[in-house]
């Protein structure tokens, strides 16, 4: 990168985003204040799947990140195939009973695009992945060989070694902070306390209340959040490598022997109280549970050990929010579903444009001016 104006970044969010563009920034020379409403991974982060995929159909732009994505993944897993927070062991989906051709024609799409993909019989499934029980499947599977899984927190607080060894200043408990402007330019960020932290550029990178934070901006970006929730189960003995995309629970493997499951049916279920909190009823959780129970070879009893419920980030267009926001230079923000999969490399190209002022052409369609 070349050298430039820009030395002093602070950033807004504890998240993978926040967190990965923070350590590419100090990595290149760049002093960075990071500031968290609460804890490091306390949002999204601390509550998703993070299955590292590009699986299924979306526009072409986007499937190329996410590939790049996977691709950064995949250097950091070669470093240390030993992480048990990072593996790469391929992802399996089915649909329900009677969508057989939709199957199907997921695969020809994938297909098509050169991504790794194998139609299988319930019978193959056990020459390709271990741990599953095939009588799940009504009809057929897709499994993608090149997918695979992070523990985000855990990568958060790999991350967040070199942060901290790279001079990186932390600022934890912030409360909702928000972006001060001078001149029509981001110049910093101040704390719900009033504490201000003076910037030459600004990053908002926290999930689903990034909207929020940029709309006293005179910034419109639209939000499609939904509620959602990750349960982590207590350790069981399962022979389980790949992550389960299936029509009742979303499964992958988690340190320490247990599993991460969420999905989507139970969202009606999940109350928000007016403190900003949620709630949902433990039979429904108990519920997912046995779901994911049914994927498993042997069914052994899954019990869950804690719960998180929460925003998904997800704009609404569905599609990434990442860059400079032409109404308010100096200020970036990075806004997307599939965090996990994008965390890393949008922290290296973010961290590129903050510091060059050069526009990254793998974010050319991704960029905020498109609501204006």
């Known amino acids: 990168m070349s050298s430039t104006a820009t030395k002093h970044v602070a950033i807004i969010g504890g998240g993978i985003l926040g967190v990965s563009t923070a350590v590419h920034l100090l990595r290149e020379g760049a002093s960075v204040t990071l500031l968290t409403e609460r804890g490091l991974a306390s949002e999204a982060t601390g509550r998703s799947l993070s299955w590292l995929n590009s699986a299924g159909e979306r526009s072409t732009p986007y499937h190329q990140l996410r590939l790049a994505g996977v691709d950064r993944y ?13 593996q790469f062991a391929g992802g399996l989906m089915w649909n329900a009973a009677g969508q057989q051709e939709a199957t199907e024609a997921r695969h020809a799409y994938e297909k098509s695009i050169g991504y790794d993909s194998k139609l299988l019989m319930p019978g193959e499934i056990a020459g390709v992945t271990s741990g599953i029980d095939a009588g799940a499947v009504p009809e ?3 499994f993608n060989p090149g997918e695979g899984w992070v523990s985000l927190p855990d990568l958060v607080d790999f991350l967040m070694e070199e942060f901290h060894g790279l001079g990186g200043k932390l600022v934890l408990n912030a409360g909702k902070s928000s972006v001060v402007v001078a001149d029509g330019r981001a110049v910093g960020v101040e704390t719900a306390a009033g504490e201000t932290y003076d910037a030459d550029a600004v990053l908002v990178a926290c999930g689903a209340a990034t909207p929020a934070v940029v709309a006293p901006l005179g910034v419109e970006i639209p ?3 939904p509620v959602s929730m990750l349960v982590l189960t207590k350790p069981v003995e399962h022979d389980v490598r790949a992550v389960m995309n299936t029509p ?5 493997p988690n340190p320490g022997s247990t599993f991460a499951l969420d999905h989507d049916w139970y969202e009606e279920s999940i109350t928000e109280h007016g403190d900003g909190s949620f709630s949902i009823p433990d039979d429904v959780v108990n519920e997912l549970a046995d779901e994911a129970s049914k994927l498993i070879a042997g069914n052994p009893e899954l019990k869950p050990a804690s719960w998180k419920i929460g925003y998904k980030p997800i704009p609404g267009d569905g599609e990434p929010v990442l860059g400079e926001l032409g109404q308010v230079p100096g200020c970036f923000v990075a806004f997307t579903h599939s965090g996990a999969t994008l965390g890393l490399v ?3 190209l973010l961290a590129g444009e903050i510091l060059t002022g050069d526009k990254h052409p793998m974010l050319a369609t991704f960029r905020p001016a498109r609501f204006s």
């Open 140 to 142: 057929n599977a897709i």
């Open 346 to 348: 949008v922290g290296e």
């Open 223 to 225: 939000n499609g959040s």
């Open 248 to 252: 009742r629970a979303a499964v992958r």
């Open 74 to 86: 995949r250097t950091l897993f070669a470093s240390d195939p030993s992480r048990e927070w990072l």
